[in-house]
């Protein structure tokens, strides 16, 4: 069979169709999350709590479309890939999906019993649900541009040296704090047009002003960090584009300062760390004017900026090894077979726009801001 696109061109579509499910994800679960994660900071009674819910209640479920298309891409792409980060971030994963759990359990037996202290225990799951994710994802990140503890032995196999407190190091915890303040930014965005002015509203701004001030410093603090610390790898040899996925045949060494040569090669992606500037700014530009769709579409520019600076900084490293460069997995060396990436292009082109439209689709069915009015008289709020 003849393939139109060569081996080289559908391993960089497929490296940015993956970054584009993250950031998918990001901008609609992120919300979710970042609005969970606000629960009991801006609801001061069970109406304005339920107001923040029934916000989100109706599209985490179609959310998770993107976390599902993400994970099954990474498994069917980028093999080695998968099988390294899940396997030695086994536990790390295991307390963001327990998390996730939490979520559905606490939307459905909320308001199943009036008691008080019932209802603050499932509103406390839901900030869990919100907040652990939002740090563990970010934490993750900061783990892939310092390096996994991971090597690959002659016959491919994986040993990963780390343990689930190596992952908390200095940088991740930054690079986790500015996931979650760019979460809790994002949920404050989107409050800001799906609920009514009032007390609910007024604390999300104020609590969104201090997210978008966090991720403007922490963004820049930690891309201060990658310039001047220890960080960086790159590939030691001509490298063939097109030549089979094999770790092992591609040389990689650490090299501190790696991580900023992109933008000396290729101008235009400095747009990714601008945008990851710019897009706080605008939110809280956003918030003072009290401009609902200026606040969301900052909180939305920052999230994409940021998750894509992260991946153009890296490229072509997808996750490369702290303890054994050369068994640093990249776009070149860590896909699926050309066929394979081929055949699922065709998959994804055929369904990724039924996707895109359904969730538009959906978004359209559920416009419209909430009210105390529609909490206390709609029976089939949560």
Do not use: C
Request: hydrophobic share 55%; net charge neutral.
């Amino acid at each position: 069979m003849e393939i139109p696109l060569d081996y080289e061109t559908l391993r960089v579509i497929w490296w940015g169709l993956m970054g584009t499910l993250l950031i998918g994800f990001a901008l609609t679960d992120g919300y979710d999350l970042g609005v969970a994660s606000l629960m009991p900071f801006i609801g001061r009674t069970d109406e304005e709590r339920r107001m923040a819910i029934n916000a989100i209640a109706p599209h985490w479920e179609g959310h998770q479309v993107w976390f599902i298309l993400g994970g099954g891409a990474i498994f069917a792409a980028w093999p080695f890939v998968y099988a390294v980060s899940f396997s030695g971030f086994y536990l790390a994963m295991f307390l963001v999906l327990a998390a996730l759990i939490l979520r559905p359990v606490a939307f459905k037996y909320r308001s199943k019993h009036a008691d008080t202290g019932w209802r603050a225990r499932w509103d406390w799951a839901l900030f869990i649900g919100g907040f652990v994710p939002a740090l563990v994802f970010g934490v993750a990140v900061g783990n892939v541009l310092q390096g996994a503890p991971f090597r690959l032995d002659s016959d491919l196999r994986s040993f990963y040296e780390g343990s689930l407190l190596d992952l908390f190091s200095p940088f991740a915890l930054l690079t986790g704090l500015l996931s979650v303040a760019m979460i809790v930014m994002h949920g404050a965005g989107f409050l800001a047009v799906k609920i009514e002015d009032g007390p609910v509203l007024d604390r999300a701004r104020k609590i969104g002003s201090v997210a978008a001030m966090l991720s403007v410093a922490l963004f820049a603090a930690g891309g201060f960090w990658v310039a001047s610390g220890a960080m960086g790898f790159r590939l030691d040899a001509v490298v063939d584009t097109g030549g089979p996925s094999n770790p092992l045949f591609v040389k990689s060494v650490a090299a501190p300062g790696a991580w900023l040569e992109n933008y000396g090669r290729h101008g235009w992606m400095l747009v990714a760390p601008v945008l990851g500037l710019a897009g706080p700014l605008i939110a809280l530009l956003g918030i003072r004017r009290r401009s609902h769709v200026l606040n969301l579409a900052g909180s939305s520019l920052a999230t994409v900026g940021i998750i894509a600076t992260v991946g153009l900084s890296m490229f072509p490293y997808i996750l490369p090894s702290s303890i054994d460069p050369q068994s640093s997995l990249t776009v070149w060396n860590a896909s699926s077979s050309h066929l394979t990436l081929w055949i699922m292009l065709v998959v994804t082109v055929i369904f990724l726009p039924i996707v895109l439209a359904y969730t538009a689709w959906v978004m359209k069915v559920l416009f419209g801001r909430i009210t105390l009015r529609d909490v206390r008289t709609n029976p089939d709020f949560y």
